[in-house]
């Protein structure tokens, strides 16, 4: 099926991996079911039926060799837009690092699974504050992965760097499953007031019940994040194949273009692509220093 739409289509926010236990220790029992491997040829089927044109790889684990590999994926298939890789943001030679995997390929964005830091307030570390500041000479997005009880030092991380781009994975991964909206809510408003913050409308169904979800458990929490930040910051990410263990690629693209079925073509537009094309500058050359 060929895409007939004016914008590009991307999948802002999807996975590949190589899978081990040892590696991918945070794919526990409740995940099972995704403990295997998932390369691009077992997305490929997928994308093609949405009419997906690009996606935007994201990190699964804490290490260059990961980043790496993503980038040579990259290099390999024209559907891989973008990488989000991980980076040691804390170590003096960050910029050196950068430098040297912007030149590997279309790294866009760095991002570090700052949820599973014991220490809540990792964000504001002056080390990780300075690899913060690395990204702008490169043009690099930083991508937030947090739980909801992190918004708060989130908003005083992000008004740090007025100037650098960030984007909020997950909606904030508020507590769906319990049907809990505040004070998720009321700190998603706050961190939306800043201008260069966007955010993915991703691994939402994850956070429900993943047997017996509803979209009616999840309409509140999009209506929040429209609210917030409206169409021009919210792109789409399937966050595949993590999604897979409570909903297809094909169903989680469905509830989104229903979800977003009454706004303006070009409002659908901007979450369904371009937003994700400009944030992550797809098909863009490599800003190097």
């Given at each position: 099926?060929?895409?007939?739409?004016?914008?590009?289509?991307?999948?802002?926010?999807?996975?590949?991996?190589?899978?081990?236990?040892?590696?991918?220790?945070?794919?526990?029992?409740?995940?099972?079911?995704?403990?295997?491997?998932?390369?691009?040829?077992?997305?490929?089927?997928?994308?093609?039926?949405?009419?997906?044109?690009?996606?935007?790889?994201?990190?699964?684990?804490?290490?260059?060799?990961?980043?790496?590999?993503?980038?040579?994926?990259?290099?390999?298939?024209?559907?891989?837009?973008?990488?989000?890789?991980?980076?040691?943001?804390?170590?003096?030679?960050?910029?050196?690092?950068?430098?040297?995997?912007?030149?590997?390929?279309?790294?866009?964005?760095?991002?570090?699974?700052?949820q599973d830091e014991a220490d809540s307030g990792y964000m504001l570390r002056s080390d990780f504050n300075?690899?913060?500041?690395?990204?702008?000479?490169?043009?690099?997005?930083?991508?937030?992965?947090?739980?909801?009880?992190?918004?708060?030092?989130?908003?005083?991380?992000?008004?740090?760097?007025?100037?650098?781009?960030?984007?909020?994975?997950?909606?904030?991964?508020?507590?769906?499953?319990?049907?809990?909206?505040?004070?998720?809510?009321?700190?998603?408003?706050?961190?939306?007031?800043r201008p260069n913050v966007h955010c993915k409308i991703s691994g939402i169904v994850t956070e429900g019940?993943?047997?017996?979800?509803?979209?009616?458990?999840?309409?509140?929490?999009?209506?929040?994040?429209?609210?917030?930040?409206?169409?021009?910051?919210?792109?789409?990410?399937?966050?595949?194949?993590?999604?897979?263990?409570?909903?297809?690629?094909?169903?989680?693209?469905?509830?989104?273009?229903?979800?977003?079925?009454?706004?303006?073509?070009?409002?659908?537009?901007?979450?369904?692509?371009?937003?994700?094309?400009?944030?992550?500058?797809?098909?863009?050359?490599?800003?190097?220093?």
């Amino acid at each position: 099926m060929q895409n007939l739409s004016l914008y590009l289509r991307i999948d802002a926010h999807q996975h590949f991996w190589r899978y081990t236990p040892e590696e991918y220790g945070w794919i526990d029992e409740s995940m099972q079911s995704i403990r295997r491997d998932y390369l691009p040829e077992n997305l490929q089927l997928s994308t093609q039926q949405c009419d997906i044109d690009r996606v935007v790889s994201v990190q699964a684990r804490q290490t260059l060799d990961e980043t790496r590999w993503l980038l040579q994926l990259a290099s390999m298939h024209e559907m891989i837009g973008g990488v989000v890789g991980w980076v040691p943001l804390v170590v003096p030679e960050i910029r050196d690092v950068l430098e040297s995997l912007v030149r590997q390929g279309p790294l866009r964005a760095v991002r570090h699974v700052l949820q599973d830091e014991a220490d809540s307030g990792y964000m504001l570390r002056s080390d990780f504050n300075r690899g913060i500041s690395a990204l702008l000479e490169f043009g690099l997005v930083y991508d937030i992965l947090i739980f909801e009880h992190h918004l708060p030092q989130t908003i005083e991380f992000v008004d740090r760097h007025p100037q650098q781009m960030f984007v909020l994975d997950h909606i904030g991964k508020p507590h769906i499953r319990d049907g809990v909206i505040s004070p998720w809510r009321e700190n998603i408003r706050s961190l939306a007031q800043r201008p260069n913050v966007h955010c993915k409308i991703s691994g939402i169904v994850t956070e429900g019940n993943h047997e017996t979800w509803k979209k009616s458990e999840l309409r509140p929490y999009w209506e929040t994040v429209l609210a917030a930040f409206g169409p021009g910051r919210l792109m789409f990410g399937s966050d595949w194949p993590v999604c897979l263990v409570a909903t297809t690629y094909q169903e989680w693209f469905d509830v989104v273009t229903e979800q977003i079925s009454t706004l303006s073509e070009s409002e659908r537009g901007a979450i369904l692509g371009d937003t994700a094309r400009r944030i992550y500058r797809i098909d863009d050359p490599p800003k190097c220093s």
